[in-house]
């Protein structure tokens, strides 16, 4: 069982920055591949941000150039530095981490940009 617990969400104004950390359980977390999603009301949860365990990311097109998702494998944390944030940016965000073919949910933290 690995645990997640996100942090760092808040209300913000459009075009500030916030960056959220996930912290997660367990000895093996280098093993993890992590990543970020987000769910607007009424919207499906979509694939924001993903690190691998050997450091690869990949980004959403709506993300790419003003998000950066990186990890601290001593801290068991993954991050997601959050800059330039518009109005559409606002969601709960959630963190993810796959593990053996299973994958793990945090409980989400919310973001809001105000315009």
């Known amino acids: 069982q690995v645990q997640l617990v996100e942090s760092g969400g808040g209300l913000v104004q459009a075009g500030g920055s916030l960056r959220l950390s996930c912290a997660a359980s367990?000895?093996?977390?280098?093993?993890?591949?992590m990543a970020w999603y987000r769910q607007a009301p009424g919207k499906q949860r979509d694939l924001v941000a993903g690190?691998?365990?050997?450091?690869?990311?990949n980004y959403a097109d709506s993300v790419q150039g003003r998000f950066i998702i990186s990890r601290d494998n001593d801290k068991n944390t993954v991050y997601l530095q959050m800059n330039s944030l518009k109005p559409e940016d606002t969601a709960v965000y959630y963190c993810?981490?796959?593990?053996?073919?299973?994958?793990?949910w945090g409980k989400g933290t919310l973001v809001t940009v105000s315009s």
């Open positions: 993810a981490a796959d593990v053996s073919l299973i994958r793990y």
């Open positions: 367990g000895s093996i977390f280098r093993l993890y591949a």
């Open positions: 690190i691998s365990s050997g450091g690869s990311t």
